[in-house]
């Protein structure tokens, strides 16, 4: 990358965060561009250069936040995606350490940024990435698990619904739980107390 890609990426990456700083205060349709552009420290030409307008900026942003989220996981672990169809289904059962432990690290390193954002996933576009996730990843896991089409998606909001009921819960007391506890509350709420 040379100097000037550097600087663009530097400054777009100024912007998301200014767009996450301002989702904390208040819902996206009261932030401005000029609002956006005080907060990151650029004048409304650069953000004109970058974006056509807010709605672009949060689709930006919201791709800013699953690719540094990916980042936490190590290759073989993301590389499970790609074989969803050959893996064992020992791979397919994402409530495990394994899987959780870089999750809620990356919660945990992002406390503020999650404390904007879960509030208003509708707002980031998080919707469609469900939806892509969806039909991508858990619904061909459950296809593996033969679990009935028509319950599929109660399963999935159950899941989705109930980890953000706790991490919301998280937040709250900023993170104070240690990270192997909450996984733990996570996995006796899904699967119960017994031993896995």
């Known amino acids: ?6 600087k663009y990426f530097n400054t777009a990456r100024k912007m998301d965060l200014a767009l996450i700083s ?15 552009c005080k907060t990151a420290g650029v004048n409304r030409s650069t953000f004109y250069l970058h974006y ?11 791709r800013y936040l699953l690719n540094d989220f990916l980042s936490y996981f190590s290759l073989d672990l993301q590389s499970v995606s790609l074989n969803l169809e050959t893996c064992s289904l020992d ?5 495990c350490d394994k899987y959780m432990s870089p999750y809620l690290n990356y919660i945990k390193d992002n406390r503020e940024i999650f404390k904007a954002v879960l509030p208003n996933n509708h707002v980031l576009g998080f919707d ?14 459950l296809d593996r698990f033969k679990y009935p089409e028509s319950y599929r998606k109660y399963a999935m909001m159950y899941y989705m619904k109930g980890i953000n009921a706790i991490i919301s819960e998280w937040l709250k007391e900023d993170c104070a739980k240690p990270i192997e506890e909450v996984s733990q509350i996570i996995s ?5 107390l017994y031993e896995r």
Not at 1 to 6: A, F, L, T, Y
Not at 91 to 95: A, K, R, V
């Open 91 to 95: 791979e397919l059962e994402f409530i």
């Open 22 to 36: 301002l989702l904390k205060k208040k819902p996206l349709e009261y932030i401005s561009v000029s609002e956006i």
């Open 188 to 192: 006796i709420c899904i699967y119960g």
């Open 128 to 141: 469609g990435v469900y939806e892509n996730m969806f039909k991508h990843i858990f619904n061909p896991i």
């Open 52 to 62: 056509e307008n807010i709605g672009d900026l949060l689709n930006e942003t919201t």
């Open 1 to 6: 990358m040379n100097k000037s890609e550097s």
